[in-house]
């Protein structure tokens, strides 16, 4: 007969849990890190702030590209969980028999193709820690009434397994759906949203703070510098004023992509409108009323656009299609239409 301490499983099992914790699980950032200047912001952070003292699970609702990562990272850092994992997934991602088995792991021999030691799930891996359910509203009908039973026991049970696992899992989950509208379509399981929504956030669009844009423009000019090899030294009230007219449809994250490809596409120190991609330029003349380009200077933009992009790729088509944000298929008509050699 072999006797042990229990505490001292307890402190074996803390320290499995905490080497995986720190491959890469953690979150990083705070709420120091969210650029903004604006009442609705200060608002929306504060009431974040509370929220994360308590133990309760968070849905963040807003578009896509409004920062629901960031601020999931920032509440878990500023909770009694900060010590533990953050584990974070985009349920939109993966197919629903791959999301099953990736937050609940399974057992060797599972099913085909299965890991000859079996898996450890992300609901493990995040135990006295918070997992991030990024893109709620996509997963799968059928899934969604197994992660509800996790929420009412605590208990999950891996593929291929019989045996419960109990974890102490705070759970932030994120959607840029109108849940509401699912449940009505009977496509998001309103018992489960009623347990994921105990508080619920609402992120501002850019649109709605359009006083952080300059913020944000200063702020993406210095991080992306020593990648680009450029620094810019001036930034022109027209290009701000451009950017402060334009809808983003895309929020920061489009931003951020169009400050990126700007000191890609400028020729020295000074960002200026010609900088910005043709779509914004023409968009925001139109809507002051103006003609905006002909269809042969826009053909000629989008072409001298294109070019510099791909010199900076060093001929990486890719890479261009990502920066320009379209699509590869795309890319390739359009070096084909234009002749780019």
């Not at 197994?146 to 102490?168: A, H, Y």
């Not at 169009?258 to 890609?264: A, G, L, P, Q, T």
């Not at 070019?307 to 261009?320: D, H, I, M, S």
């Given at each position: 007969?072999?006797?042990?301490?229990?505490?001292?499983?307890?402190?074996?099992?803390?320290?499995?849990?905490?080497?995986?914790?720190?491959?890469?699980?953690?979150?990083?950032?705070?709420?120091?890190?969210?650029?903004?200047?604006?009442?609705?912001?200060?608002?929306?952070?504060?009431?974040?702030?509370?929220?994360?003292?308590?133990?309760?699970?968070?849905?963040?609702?807003?578009?896509?590209?409004?920062?629901?990562?960031?601020?999931?990272?920032?509440?878990?850092?500023?909770?009694?969980?900060?010590?533990?994992?953050?584990?974070?997934?985009?349920?939109?991602?993966?197919?629903?028999?791959?999301?099953?088995?990736?937050?609940?792991?399974?057992?060797?021999?599972?099913?085909?193709?299965?890991?000859?030691?079996?898996?450890?799930?992300?609901?493990?891996?995040?135990?006295?820690?918070?997992?991030?359910?990024?893109?709620?509203?996509?997963?799968?009908?059928?899934?969604?009434?197994?992660?509800?039973?996790?929420?009412?026991?605590?208990?999950?049970?891996?593929?291929?397994?019989?045996?419960?696992?109990?974890?102490?899992?705070?759970?932030?989950?994120?959607?840029?759906?109108?849940?509401?509208?699912?449940?009505?379509?009977?496509?998001?399981?309103e018992d489960l949203y009623y347990r994921l929504s105990v508080f619920r956030i609402q992120l501002p669009p850019l649109r709605e703070r359009i006083e952080d844009?300059?913020?944000?423009?200063?702020?993406?000019?210095?991080?992306?510098?020593?990648?680009?090899?450029?620094?810019?030294?001036?930034i022109t009230p027209e290009y701000l004023g451009t950017l402060k007219k334009h809808v983003w449809k895309g929020n920061v994250r489009e931003l951020r992509n169009?400050?990126?490809?700007?000191?890609?596409i400028a020729d020295g120190a000074v960002l200026t409108v010609s900088d910005l991609p043709f779509d914004i330029q023409q968009s925001v003349l139109e809507s002051?009323?103006?003609?905006?380009?002909?269809?042969?200077?826009?053909?000629?933009?989008?072409?001298?656009?294109?070019?510099?992009?791909?010199?900076?790729?060093?001929?990486?088509?890719?890479?261009?299609?990502?920066?320009?944000?379209?699509?590869?298929?795309?890319?390739?008509?359009?070096?084909?239409?234009?002749?780019?050699?």
């Open positions: 007969i072999s006797f042990q301490d229990i505490t001292q499983i307890q402190k074996q099992e803390a320290t499995i849990r905490k080497n995986l914790s720190d491959k890469g699980l953690r979150a990083k950032y705070t709420f120091r890190d969210v650029i903004h200047n604006t009442d609705i912001m200060n608002t929306t952070i504060e009431k974040a702030r509370r929220f994360a003292e308590t133990s309760s699970n968070i849905m963040l609702l807003g578009e896509s590209g409004t920062g629901k990562e960031l601020f999931a990272q920032s509440i878990h850092n500023c909770s009694k969980r900060k010590d533990g994992p953050f584990v974070a997934i985009n349920c939109a991602a993966l197919p629903e028999n791959l999301l099953e088995s990736e937050l609940f792991g399974y057992e060797a021999g599972a099913f085909s193709g299965a890991a000859k030691g079996g898996k450890v799930g992300l609901f493990e891996l995040a135990h006295r820690g918070t997992i991030f359910l990024d893109e709620i509203g996509e997963m799968a009908f059928d899934l969604q009434a197994k992660l509800l039973r996790v929420l009412e026991s605590g208990e999950f049970i891996k593929v291929g397994d019989t045996r419960p696992i109990k974890v102490n899992v705070r759970i932030i989950a994120a959607t840029n759906r109108d849940l509401q509208k699912e449940i009505e379509a009977g496509h998001f399981r844009i300059e913020l944000y423009v200063r702020a993406f000019v210095k991080m992306f510098g020593p990648g680009v090899g450029k620094k810019i030294e001036e169009v400050i990126e490809r700007s000191m890609i002051e009323g103006g003609k905006g380009y002909s269809e042969f200077d826009l053909a000629q933009v989008e072409k001298a656009h294109i070019r510099k992009v791909l010199q900076y790729t060093g001929g990486n088509k890719t890479e261009a299609a990502r920066l320009m944000h379209i699509g590869l298929t795309t890319l390739y008509r359009k070096i084909e239409e234009y002749g780019i050699r």
